[in-house]
T-cell receptor
């Protein structure tokens, strides 16, 4: 079983829809939680970062962490065609430098 | 543009060969990370160096090795290449040795390795 599980999709939604992306994890030592966005043939770029349970909002993006359920989510409101990309959740275990464990990634397509 | 540079962009080689991938971190970043991305395994952490010293290690194969030089650039050496080593190899950099608040890892554009 992988430490981080993420539904690979693909996910296709109409423009303006609310998108929900999710990851579950098994390692209680994870302390930091991130969402990266990766456009085709590019390197991943950080979207959201959080370390505590609860919600964190940044514009159209909301990251949610539930440590008791070992579950994190990313919500995208008013989705745009430019949001079409692969979204990867990432987690950092305690006392292992900057090591990140990534989910498989969810491929999102937003149709105009 | 993340500020992290990787060369070469593409590499095609044969099984059994050895290749070297190069990474220059963002100006001022002391940590360099190497990741491998393949369709079946996803994005996997290989190794981290901080200011020339190994800081963290993932499931890096013994055939793979890396180092960080005094000018902070890093090289990933892959030897005795197998078909299964075909993947995208990303380098990332950050200012500090740990993941933490504000310690973003910036990824380079990657090197696509094809082993024939």
């Amino acid at each position: 079983q992988k430490e981080v599980e993420q539904d690979p999709g693909p996910l296709s939604v109409p423009e303006g829809a609310i998108v929900s992306l999710n990851c579950t994890y098994s390692n209680s030592a994870f302390q930091y939680f991130m969402w990266y966005r990766q456009y085709s043939r590019k390197g991943p770029e950080l979207l959201m970062y959080t370390y505590s349970s609860g919600n964190k909002e940044d514009g159209r993006f909301t990251a949610q962490v539930d440590k008791s359920s070992k579950y994190i989510s990313l919500f995208i409101r008013d989705s745009q065609p430019s949001d079409s990309a692969t979204y990867l959740c990432a987690m950092s275990p305690r006392n292992q430098g900057g090591k990140l464990i990534f989910g498989q990634g969810t491929e999102l397509s937003v149709k105009p | 543009d993340s500020g992290v540079t990787q060369t070469p962009k593409h590499l095609i080689t044969a099984t059994g060969q050895r290749v070297t991938l190069r990474c220059s971190p963002r100006s001022g970043d002391l940590s360099v990370y190497w990741y491998q991305q393949s369709l079946d395994q996803g994005l996997q952490f290989l190794i981290q160096y901080y200011n020339g010293e190994e800081r963290a290690k993932g499931n890096i194969l013994e055939r793979f090795s890396a180092q960080q030089f005094p000018d902070l650039h890093s090289e990933l050496n892959l030897s005795s290449l197998e078909l299964g080593d075909s993947a995208l190899y990303f380098c990332a950099s950050s200012p500090t040795p740990s993941a933490g608040a504000g310690d973003t890892q910036y990824f380079g554009p990657g090197t696509r390795l094809t082993v024939l």
